[in-house]
């Protein structure tokens, strides 16, 4: 069945980058956009963007442009979101999730702490 | 590209309906058919509720119901039971991008 497997929990300090991996199991990889949404401790959800795997074209909310790099690498169903010049408001848990219709598979989360 | 508004909370007792608005402007909630509601409930990763504005994925009650008016999306649950309470957010396409509601937190009395 179809499984997003995200990348562990990462500790970082301000100004270094974090790059968050999400292997997809159990589809065509290249056949849904993948998004990426993240929730800060006790907030909303808030949408960063999405890739076409198939393409690599990406759209990105406006807050993260500048930021964000979404890449994916079709050899290994793996995408990947890259935030760099971490501030602590960064931290927050990381959503991939596919597209079904709307926003149906999502992965674990990988939570992000941005500390000194 | 603001979140979209939605209430902070409602609430309702045990077979009640509620109805959860979710506002926002003719470049995103008034021009799409991609809306979409999430539930969210403590610790655990969102749910898909309803999609493309009043469709609802398999295994979703039908006491879960969507629809549309203007630059407003609605997500109304009939007969209400103590396992829906938790935060539920709208999302919409907006052309390019999507944007989230800011969540409604939604008790059951």
């Known amino acids: 069945q179809v499984q997003l497997v995200q990348s562990g929990a990462e500790v970082k300090e301000p100004g270094t980058s974090v790059k968050v991996s999400c292997k997809a199991f159990g589809y065509t990889f290249t056949g849904q956009n993948i998004h990426w949404v993240r929730q800060a401790p006790g907030q909303g959800l808030e949408w960063m963007g999405w890739?076409?795997?198939?393409?690599?074209?990406?759209d990105l909310a406006q807050k993260f442009q500048g930021r964000v790099a979404l890449t994916r690498d079709t050899s290994i169903s793996t995408a990947y979101m890259e935030l760099s010049s971490l501030k602590f408001d960064d931290t927050a848990v990381y959503y991939c999730a596919r597209n079904a219709p709307g926003i149906y598979y999502w992965g674990q989360g990988t939570l992000v702490t941005v500390s000194s | 590209q603001s979140a979209l508004t939605q209430p902070r909370s409602v609430s309702g007792s045990p077979g009640q309906s509620v109805a959860i608005s979710c506002t926002g402007t003719?470049?995103?909630?008034?021009?799409?058919?991609?809306v979409s509601w999430y539930q969210q409930q403590a610790g655990k990763v969102p749910k898909l509720m309803i999609y493309d504005v009043n469709q609802r994925p398999s295994g979703v009650p039908d006491r879960f119901s969507g629809s549309k008016s203007g630059n407003t999306a609605s997500l109304t649950i009939s007969g209400l039971q103590a396992e829906d309470e938790g935060d539920y957010y709208c999302?919409?396409?907006?052309?390019?991008?999507?944007?989230f509601g800011g969540g409604t937190r939604l008790t059951v009395l």
């Open positions: 003719t470049s995103d909630v008034g021009s799409s058919v991609y």
């Open positions: 999302l919409s396409y907006a052309g390019s991008y999507f944007v």
């Open positions: 890739i076409n795997p198939g393409s690599s074209v990406t």
